[in-house]
Structure formats: C-alpha cells, structure tokens
C-alpha cells in the first residue's frame, strides 16, 4: 500500500522535485501552491497557505497523509533588521512558520495513531548561521528549533520529524535566477567567491535527501537539521 505524501509549495523548484521524487518513490502525492499545476500522477491543490482556514481545509481534503513536507516559504523582500518593517516579520512568520504549525497539528495525530509518520521541515543554511535578510534568518532558525522540538515529543510513537537546510538553489523562476539574468557578472562572483564547488545547487539535489528522511531506511533520524549546500556554509555543525 502506497503512502500519502502532502508538499507545501510543491508546484515549482524544491518543491516539486520533491513531490516527483516521492511519487517516483512510490508514494501518492498531493501538492500545493498558489496555481494548480498538470503533473502526471500528482494532485494539485490551490491553498493560500497564509489563510488557516484554507490550511484546515486542505487538511480535510488530504485525509490521513502519512508524510508532510513543510516546504512553502519566503523571504518576503529579505534587507537588514534596522530596514524591516513589522508588516514583513509578521507576514514572514505566516508563510514560513505557521503552515508547517497548522498542518504539522493536523496530521501528527493520525501518523501516531498509525505508529509511522515522517515531516521535513524545509529550512535554509541561513536559520543555522548569519546570513540573508534578518527575518528571513528568523523564521528559517525557528523552523529548526520546532522541528527539533516536534521530533522529541512523537519519535517513540514511529513518527520522525526532520529538517533540511538548503544553501543557495538556483531553478527556473527562482529568486537565483532571476538575480543572475539581471546581473551576470555579480552572480559569477558570488559563485567563485562564496560556493565551494563552483556552481549552484539544483532542487534533484535536496529532494533526494528529502526523498531519504521520508522513507523507512532514515529510522534513527529525529530532529536532525541536515544541510545540503555543497560547503557553502560556515558553521560547523
């Protein structure tokens, strides 16, 4: 019997290669974003994740989702802390935080009721170091911290919460993207000066390691933050 698999943002980049990573992996997917998307095999749902009346109802919809991949998420505008406004943090904190709260509380009750369960939460290199807009930091770092905190409450009920902490990612329509189309040469150097490896990561990359926590063979991870960034971050954990 194939599990469920529901995506947050699963209609381009990260998202989407995972949600086609986990269907190739044999589990039913359901995806969401903000335009419903044609992928063979995948059911796309449009959801205002910034809505939690719109969170519950996709909670319903779904049914008993076996795994939950946090992954819809933002900077918002990104800038300094002394340039933010509390329009930006507050909206930050609902498209980063709340959705992976509102359905991570709707579902750990069936997956423990079941005896198995997986959730990642999608975070970025910068919630581990400082780095990018400052509450976009915030509310990635917040996303370790619950992640961490889920994992210790429901591991012995068979249910494993992890987080994966991209470095920089570049796909079609992504921020990367753009930037380098705009600015060529200052993206060049970004990559000789600050990614190790010489090139940007790509979404196949981290669904792989998504694809991995998700399944069975991850069974001694909980409440890990696994970086996948090619040494492009500093910290040393």
């Given at each position: 019997?194939?599990?469920?698999?529901?995506?947050?943002?699963?209609?381009?980049?990260?998202g989407?290669?995972?949600?086609?990573?986990?269907?190739?992996?044999?589990?039913?997917?359901?995806?969401?974003?903000?335009?419903?998307v044609?992928?063979?095999?995948?059911?796309?749902?449009?959801?205002?994740?910034?809505?939690?009346?719109?969170?519950?109802?996709?909670?319903?919809?779904?049914?008993?989702?076996?795994?939950?991949?946090?992954?819809?998420?933002?900077?918002?505008?990104?800038?300094?802390?002394t340039?933010?406004?509390?329009?930006?943090?507050?909206?930050?904190?609902?498209?980063?935080?709340?959705?992976?709260?509102?359905?991570?509380?709707?579902?750990?009750?069936?997956?423990?009721?079941?005896?198995?369960?997986?959730?990642?939460?999608?975070?970025?290199?910068?919630?581990?170091?400082?780095?990018?807009?400052?509450?976009?930091?915030?509310?990635?770092?917040a996303?370790?911290?619950?992640?961490?905190?889920?994992?210790?409450?429901?591991?012995?009920?068979?249910?494993?919460?992890?987080?994966?902490?991209?470095?920089?990612?570049?796909?079609?329509?992504?921020?990367?993207?753009?930037?380098?189309?705009?600015?060529?040469?200052?993206?060049?150097?970004?990559?000789?000066?600050?990614?190790?490896?010489?090139?940007?990561?790509?979404?196949?990359?981290?669904?792989?390691?998504?694809?991995?926590?998700?399944?069975?063979?991850a069974?001694?991870?909980?409440?890990?933050?696994?970086?996948?960034?090619?040494?492009?971050?500093?910290?040393?954990?």
């Open positions: 019997m194939s599990r469920l698999a529901l995506v947050t943002g699963g209609t381009r980049g990260i989407l290669a995972i949600a086609q990573t986990l269907q190739r992996d044999g589990a039913r997917v359901i995806v969401c974003g903000r335009q419903a044609n992928l063979p095999g995948i059911e796309s749902v449009i959801t205002d994740v910034t809505r939690p009346g719109e969170l519950a109802a996709l909670a319903v919809q779904a049914g008993p989702v076996d795994v939950l991949i946090n992954n819809v998420g933002g900077s918002l505008g990104g800038g300094k802390f340039a933010s406004t509390v329009e930006q943090w507050n909206g930050a904190f609902a498209l980063n935080v709340m959705p992976a709260v509102i359905l991570s509380q709707a579902f750990l009750p069936g997956m423990r009721a079941r005896g198995w369960g997986r959730i990642v939460n999608i975070a970025s290199i910068w919630g581990r170091e400082g780095g990018g807009g400052a509450a976009y930091n915030a509310v990635k770092a996303m370790i911290s619950m992640s961490k905190s889920m994992a210790t409450e429901v591991v012995r009920d068979g249910v494993l919460v992890n987080c994966v902490a991209p470095g920089s990612v570049i796909f079609p329509g992504g921020g990367w993207e753009k930037k380098q189309q705009a600015d060529p040469a200052g993206i060049a150097k970004f990559v000789e000066d600050q990614l190790p490896r010489g090139s940007f990561g790509h979404p196949q990359e981290v669904a792989e390691l998504v694809a991995f926590l998700a399944s069975d063979r069974s001694l991870i909980a409440g890990a933050c696994i970086t996948a960034d090619g040494g492009q971050s500093h910290s040393n954990i």
